[in-house]
């Protein structure tokens, strides 16, 4: 009983040192806040920058809501004719397209940029972990919005990523080993991927997730807004600048200037350009796979080592990566900065390799094309 109490006192302990809404007035969230001035100064836009692509992600997303058909008799058609008659339909898909992209780059370069400045660090241990939760999210977006336009592609690659957890059940000791067929069966609602499917989904995609992110956003934000700017660098210059309105003022030209360049690509690329076209015909049960049906590139780096090595060293290496992302604040609180930038380093290289190289690599030890 004692010990549940000193448990439950050092858990609230912890959240008021880290959340010390006591100081929360418009004067220290705003106008008290600096800014460091430093060569990694650049990487304190890119929150901003996230969150401006979730904000054009939830606009586009509203708009897309008054035409879209979540039946697997009219998913297909209802987007096509969003593409096709809807007056800049095409656009609204390309912008919510392009932005998923780019919200998922600019949280993994958010990630490895705090990471690489020890921002993880005392009192800003929630801001750190409400993020693991939103990248984790952010790719749960991804992985829902897929299976929304009921194509080829979206319904075989999302059947295979559902095939996976079935997967783990082989590695997990008696009664356990039962358990991700569960999930999946859950998470698919019938036992094929069908309509309770594309019926889950879509309650996932447009209900569920955005309003856990909101939930974590408002701690995200709060504890950045509590706590100032993490220093990001050993030796600090000791210049800073004014949050508001200099850095308030520079976020929103870059905002602008990302919106110009998101508009044009979204207005001159239709996002699906670079895959062959029976992939977006629609799902035919019947039919057999096409082929180069794949993932989004922001899973490749999930993806290729599955095709590639057996799935207990995938799966080993996924549940270590997001434990220790989990538990950075505590697993690398003595790590010096350098150290942490060549881990940031090697984690890049990989991400950037497998995401570009990943099919040749595949190509190169499997000899197929
Ligand atoms: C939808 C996703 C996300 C949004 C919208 C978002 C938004 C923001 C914003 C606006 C800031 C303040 C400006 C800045 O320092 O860049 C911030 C700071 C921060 N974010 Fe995120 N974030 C997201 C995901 C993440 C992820 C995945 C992580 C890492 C696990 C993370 C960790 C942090 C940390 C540690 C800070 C404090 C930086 C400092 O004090 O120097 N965030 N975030």
């Keep these: ?38 060569r990694m100064g650049w990487a304190y836009y890119l929150g901003g920058l996230a969150l401006f692509f979730f904000l054009v992600q939830l606009a586009t997303g509203l708009m897309l809501l008054f035409y879209y058909q979540p039946t697997v008799s009219d998913a297909h058609a209802s987007v096509d004719y969003i593409t096709h008659n809807v007056v800049g339909g095409a656009l609204v898909r390309n912008l919510h397209a392009w932005a998923a992209s780019a919200l998922i780059a600019t949280v993994l370069l958010h990630l490895l940029t705090t990471f690489a400045m020890k921002a993880f660090e005392k009192p800003r241990e929630l801001t750190w972990l409400s993020g693991v939760f939103l990248l984790l999210l952010t790719f749960g977006f991804g ?85 100032g700017m993490s220093p990001g660098v050993d030796r600090p210059t000791g210049r800073s600048e004014r949050f508001f309105p200099f850095f308030v003022l520079r976020d929103f030209w870059l905002w602008g200037l990302v919106f110009f360049g998101l508009f044009t690509v979204a207005l001159c690329l239709p996002f699906d350009s670079f895959s062959s076209f029976p992939l977006f015909q629609p799902f035919d049960a ?38 220790a992302l989990l538990a950075a604040p505590w697993l690398f609180s003595r790590t010096s900065r350098r150290s942490l930038r060549v881990l940031t380093a090697i984690a890049a290289l990989y991400l950037i390799v497998i995401t570009v190289f990943g099919h040749a690599i595949y190509v190169a030890f499997k000899g197929v094309r």
Excluded at 287 to 314: A, M, N, Q, R
């Design 286 to 323: 019947l039919g057999s796979t096409p082929d180069g049906v794949k993932p989004e590139w922001y899973f490749y780096f999930v993806y290729y080592p599955l095709e590639l090595l057996p799935f207990w060293v995938v799966m080993l290496g996924q549940n270590v990566v997001v434990a």
């Design 1 to 38: 009983m004692i010990s549940a109490g000193r448990a439950l006192q050092a858990s609230v302990d912890f959240l008021a040192d880290r959340l010390p809404i006591q100081k929360m007035s418009f004067h220290s969230l705003v106008r008290q806040k600096e800014v460091p001035v430093h």
């Design 143 to 227: 992985f829902t919005g897929y299976l929304l336009p009921w194509n080829q592609i979206a319904v075989n690659a999302t059947k295979v990523g559902l095939q996976s957890i079935v997967q783990a059940g082989q590695y997990l000791p008696g009664p356990l080993a039962d358990v991700p067929a569960r999930i999946k069966e859950i998470i698919q609602g019938e036992p094929a991927v069908g309509q309770a499917t594309l019926s889950r989904f879509y309650a996932v995609h447009v209900i569920v997730l955005p309003l856990i992110v909101f939930g974590l956003l408002g701690v995200h934000l709060l504890s950045v807004q509590l706590h």
